[in-house]
């Protein structure tokens, strides 16, 4: 691949999830402009992920039998409508149904991973992917301070607007760079549902590399989502504060070329198991060390670092497993990966509630702790083939 597709591929997964999380920041605003409470602005970000979730599980597959640069195009110019259509809603009711066709054309990011995996050189291909998904980790993280800094200055609709024309910029882009590659599929779209259980079933790594990474981002999901109140409560932050002290999480997105040459190199599963003891360290200190803004922070890095360099040796695996299923297996991968931050947003309100920021901070420990596990049994089938098929 040129340096250049590899830039463009890195863009578009970032600008692409970064449509997920857009209105995080913005519910205030949201609440006020449709006139509704802010515990039913909320909404918006569930159902952005239910529509994230149902395009993992429906539309993703067909990234192994849609023509990918075909399906790329179509699917942006889809992305593109919905924000459109969002911008202008004139009812909460509208924008809450659009919010759903955002999240579920926005999984355009994950047909671009494992299609970058098929136009890398093998020996190569660790190291290409990383530099992709550190693309997409910076629109996670990007995403709500720049669209904090855009509703700032021209209102909330307004990231929506710009989003939308990004994603017309970046279908025309990558139709004129994306080579034509053809379906590795062509038994038909139920079929290929079909198809996905049995991955499932007969490919064990790729169960243990999405179970263990579900709880590396679950533990991920812990800690950023009770941080703004730690930070508020603890340290006296403002909103502006906060956006700030959320693009120190921008550092972890240097682990993902470092963990692809370290996967390269024949170093992943033993670099798996220390990213997980990394996650699950970063934690406790964040607990223990919580007085101190500073702490808080190489905390909230070094975990991300874990997170990002764990996410990318368990794609450079799952993808060697078959060539002509990585869309499906993406699919098996990034929909428990999704459910585990899911169940950990969901725990980490109920336990932060109760114990406050420790509770959270244990919730991910432990997560991470139980990835280590997971890990661990894959080390013994590796020792013990006859383990493998287990």
Same mark, same amino acid.
């Given at each position: ?6 830039f463009?591929?890195?863009?578009a997964?970032?600008?692409t ?13 949201i609440?006020?402009?449709?006139h509704v ?6 909404v918006?970000?569930?159902?952005t ?12 597959p067909?990234?192994d039998?849609?023509?990918?640069? !075909?399906?790329?195009t ?6 593109a ?8 809603s004139p009812?909460?009711?509208i ?6 066709l955002?999240?579920v ?5 994950q047909i ?9 050189p093998?020996?190569?291909?660790g190291?290409?992917?990383? !530099? ?8 996670? +993280? ?6 904090? +800094?855009v509703?700032?200055?021209w209102?909330w609709r ?17 139709r ?6 053809p379906a ?14 049995? +991955? ?8 243990r ?7 590396m ?7 950023w989502?009770?941080i703004g109140?730690e ?6 932050f ?6 700030v ?8 997105a +240097?682990a993902?070329?470092v963990?692809? !040459?370290?996967?390269?190199r024949?170093?992943? !599963?033993?670099?798996?198991g ?12 964040a ?25 990318v ?10 060539e ?5 297996i993406?699919?098996v991968?990034?929909?428990t990966?999704?459910?585990g ?13 109760r114990?406050?920021w ?7 420990a432990?997560l991470?702790?139980i990835?280590?596990?997971v890990?661990a049994t894959?080390?013994?089938s590796?020792r013990?083939?006859a383990?493998?098929q287990?």
């Open positions: 691949m040129r340096r250049s597709l590899v463009v591929l890195a863009v997964c970032g600008l999830v970064a449509n997920l999380y857009y209105s995080q920041p913005l519910l205030d605003l609440a006020g402009s449709f409470s802010q515990g039913a602005a909320t918006v970000v569930t159902l992920q239910i529509g994230y979730a149902a395009g993992l599980l429906f539309l993703l067909l990234g039998l849609v023509e990918n640069r !075909k399906l790329t179509r699917m942006l110019a889809g992305t409508l919905a924000l459109l259509l969002a911008a202008l009812a909460y009711s924008f809450l149904i659009v919010s759903v955002v999240g054309t926005s999984v355009v990011a671009l991973v494992p299609l970058a995996a098929h136009l890398a093998p020996e190569q291909r190291a290409l992917v990383g !530099k992709v998904m550190s693309g997409l980790l910076l629109g996670i +993280l990007l995403a709500r301070t720049f669209s904090s +800094l509703a700032e200055v209102g307004a990231i929506y607007f710009i989003s939308a024309g990004l994603m017309v910029v970046l279908a025309l882009v990558l004129r760079m994306l080579p034509v590659r590795d599929h062509t038994a038909g779209y139920g079929s290929l549902l079909r198809s996905v259980g049995t +991955l499932v079933r007969e490919e064990p790594a790729l169960r590399r999405a179970l263990s990474q579900a709880t981002f679950g533990a991920f999901t812990a800690f989502t009770a109140y930070l508020i409560d603890e340290h006296g403002s909103q502006g504060a906060i956006a002290f959320a693009l120190i999480g921008a550092g972890g +240097l993902a070329p963990a692809g !040459k370290l996967a390269d024949g170093h992943g !599963k033993a670099a798996s220390g990213a997980l003891l990394l996650a699950a360290l970063m934690l406790v200190l607990a223990v060390g919580h007085g101190s803004v500073i702490v808080l922070a190489l905390a909230g890095i070094l975990l991300d670092f874990a997170v990002q360099a764990h996410q040796m368990s794609q450079h695996e799952i993808y060697a497993l078959r002509n299923a990585r869309a499906r993406n699919t991968f990034m929909t990966v999704f459910s931050g899911a169940i950990a947003s969901a725990l980490t309100g109920a336990l932060h509630n114990y406050g420790t509770g959270a901070c244990v919730l991910g432990t991470a702790l990835g280590l596990a890990w894959g080390l013994r590796t013990h083939p383990a493998a287990a």
